[in-house]
């Protein structure tokens, strides 16, 4: 590993979609991304905002358009580059829906096995038995014998989304890419999903991007971790999350956590007033000029709608606003 | 107290290739008249089967038991069983309903007008044309729409939140005074969703309309939901004022439930999962529905049912079903 390197490094990625009709959609502009080791890296948004656009290209499945990603200090893109089988090995992913991820005809050890024997981590089935077992054991699915010859429809949500987890950490990653993984599970069980990772996380060091619209669950799942808010394909806020979820800075993030249910039902009574301009999202095949939250912002002046702005530090953290000095305190 | 509509002993059960799957157990809820009453549960808990079974579009392989009745205000029909015509009369003009993934409801190459339109002439075919323009025009307005960049529109220009606004104007085409709205805010983002909402709360105030709410989302049914009903495998676990559920839960259900859900304030350290999964509910277990999951079952919970009882001093808006005494003798 390069020195001062970070494990994943994503430098100024624009990343455009030609649609059918001619339009361009511009699902990244200017995104830096940095996970480092061992770190819990949530991005969040609205739907749309391009935050799977990201997960899909740290995962090497889309080539964006301009800018580099490194892993461990090498350009994925570049020639001469293993690809894929050290992205396969050292990135993985646990996507939403555990149902359409896990191959239907196949049984869980079937699942399982095939990566194990196909990069040789084990001698032979007999061997591929035991360690799943053992996996199976460690994410709480047992009795193991009962759920190891079982196909995916034959389990809970839940119960696959595990499945799902084991299979991507089978491989030891260093990163593991999670792609809103618990929002197709039942709420009384979402929370062990969560944990589950987070234990993969603690005891094998595993970094994790974890890609969710919910910021309730992104506060649960890292709360020591780094937040990176993403609206219309830009990065607008990022810092700790403990900073950002108490006190956010950019407008944006201000109007998202106001629009959270309060976990106060009293208070969740009370009429909320959302600090924005306007309920609409803009086109993202026709972004705004300059800073693409103006017609919404309650704060916005003639810069906004001229200049872009940049990811500046601020108060601890990066936000991208003009008149970020000018914006009030968050209360709540 | 006045109720909008009653359910007594429904049972309704699918025929499924393993073997009768029973949706909905022996559940008797009230509706009180002018209230909202979210009905809380996760999937497969059997809640959107009790509202097919209210407006009566179950799927053909549903069984209704024989006890099972539904009376809408005290009338003493049962709707599980009235004709066609009177169901007609029932539907939309008596009880609307607002459907879960509701963007996808509306026709694709209809224009906003026309499908407002229609249903207004399809129920009553006297009102003129200006009338029935001026009524949508209302309609719109009343969800906070702008009736001129929409009337004319096709449902594919217009957002997720602008088509779940227009599905909510036809569920009031007809003024009904009962709305069903199932899951009306899934799949929306948090702001529009906080949006909606708002224009719920705000409609229900002004037209005193009673409303049952579908949800698995506790967290944003508090906003609307003056009663809550939580159910788990087809069966009722609690019912209770709103307020009295959140800060004060009874059922161990509840207190998991409760206890599952991360919010973006308030601590997360003491947050966890309910253990185990979902009840199989082909083989349902004898005794309590929720035994395997619950951190205090006991002997009891294994062989007898429990039945639902009032918590004393609740004047019988609050119900339990548990065998665990201390919940009784507070």
């Known amino acids: ?332 | 107290m006045e109720n909008i509509l009653e359910i007594k002993n429904l049972d309704i059960s699918y025929s499924t290739h393993n073997g009768f799957l029973k949706s909905v157990d022996n559940l008797s809820i009230t509706f009180e008249k002018g209230k909202v009453t979210g009905v809380i549960g996760e999937s497969g808990c059997g809640k959107t089967t009790i509202i097919n079974s209210i407006m009566k579009i179950l799927p053909a392989n549903a069984q209704i038991g024989k006890n099972s009745r539904i009376i809408f205000k005290g009338n003493d029909k049962n709707l599980l069983t009235i004709r066609k015509g009177e169901l007609q009369d029932f539907r939309w003009r008596k009880a609307s309903m607002v459907f879960q993934a509701a963007q996808n409801s509306l026709n694709p190459t209809l224009q906003i007008s026309e499908q407002l339109m229609d249903s207004i002439w399809d129920h009553d075919s006297s009102i003129s044309k200006k009338d029935c323009i001026r009524k949508t025009e209302k309609l719109l307005h009343m969800v906070r729409l702008n009736p001129e960049r929409v009337m004319d529109s096709y449902p594919h220009q217009l957002s997720g939140g602008m088509r779940q606004r227009v599905i909510i104007a036809m569920a009031l085409v007809l003024e009904p005074e009962f709305i069903i709205l199932d899951e009306p805010t899934t799949a929306l983002d948090v702001i529009t969703q906080s949006f909606i909402f708002d224009i719920l709360v705000d409609l229900q105030k002004q037209k005193n309309l009673s409303m049952i709410l579908i949800t698995h989302d506790l967290a944003s049914a508090a906003k609307l939901a003056h009663n809550m009903v939580i159910m788990y495998g087809g069966e009722l676990m609690e019912v209770a004022p709103s307020m009295k559920l959140f800060n004060n839960p009874l059922h161990p259900y509840t207190k998991g439930l409760l206890g599952a859900i991360p919010f973006i304030d308030g601590d997360i350290i003491t947050k966890k999962s309910i253990d185990g999964t979902p009840p199989d509910l082909i083989n349902k277990p004898i005794g309590c529905i929720f035994q395997d999951r619950c951190p205090k079952v006991f002997d009891r919970c294994k062989k007898e049912h429990p039945e639902i009882r009032d918590v004393p001093g609740s004047d019988g808006k609050r119900k339990v079903a548990c065998h665990l005494e201390e919940i009784f003798n507070e």
């Open chain 1, 1 to 332: 590993m390069n020195k001062q390197s970070s494990l994943l490094k994503l430098e100024n990625i624009n990343m455009y979609f030609k649609l059918k009709n001619g339009d361009e959609l511009q699902a990244s502009h200017n995104v830096n991304l940095k996970i480092d080791n061992g770190e819990m890296v949530v991005v969040v948004g609205e739907s749309g905002c391009g935050k799977s656009t990201v997960g899909k290209m740290s995962l090497g499945v889309l080539k964006p358009s301009c800018g580099t990603i490194s892993l461990d200090g090498q350009d994925i893109w570049q020639k001469g580059f293993k690809w894929p089988a050290k992205l396969r090995t050292e990135v993985q992913v646990v996507h939403q829906d555990s149902f359409s991820s896990l191959n239907p005809v196949k049984t869980i050890f079937q699942t399982l096995s095939a990566p194990l024997l196909r990069h040789k981590l084990v001698k032979n089935k007999k061997e591929a038995l035991v360690k799943i077992n053992e996996l199976l054991y460690s994410v709480d699915l047992t009795p193991v014998e009962y759920f190891i010859h079982k196909y995916p429809f034959q389990l809970s949500g839940g119960q696959r989304q595990r499945v799902s987890i084991i299979r991507a950490t089978i491989l030891k990653p260093k990163l593991i890419v999670a792609d809103e993984p618990v929002s197709a599970v039942d709420a009384s069980s979402r929370l062990s999903i969560l944990d589950l990772m987070k234990g993969i996380n603690k005891k094998h060091g595993i970094a994790f991007l974890y890609i969710t619209h919910d910021l309730a669950t992104a506060r649960y799942f890292a709360p020591e971790g780094r937040i990176v808010v993403m609206y219309l394909g830009r990065v607008v806020e990022t810092g700790k999350i403990k900073d950002c979820i108490s006190g956010p800075a950019h407008p944006y993030l201000q109007a998202l956590l106001t629009a959270i249910p309060h976990s106060d039902p009293q208070k969740a009574k009370e009429p909320i007033k959302i600090p924005l301009k306007s309920f609409d999202m803009p086109k993202a095949t026709h972004p705004p000029s300059g800073c693409v939250f103006n017609p919404r912002c309650l704060y916005a002046t003639d810069i906004c709608t001229k200049e872009v702005p940049l990811l500046e530090k601020y108060r601890g953290r990066q936000i991208a606003c003009h008149n970020k000095e000018d914006i009030p305190g968050f209360k709540k």
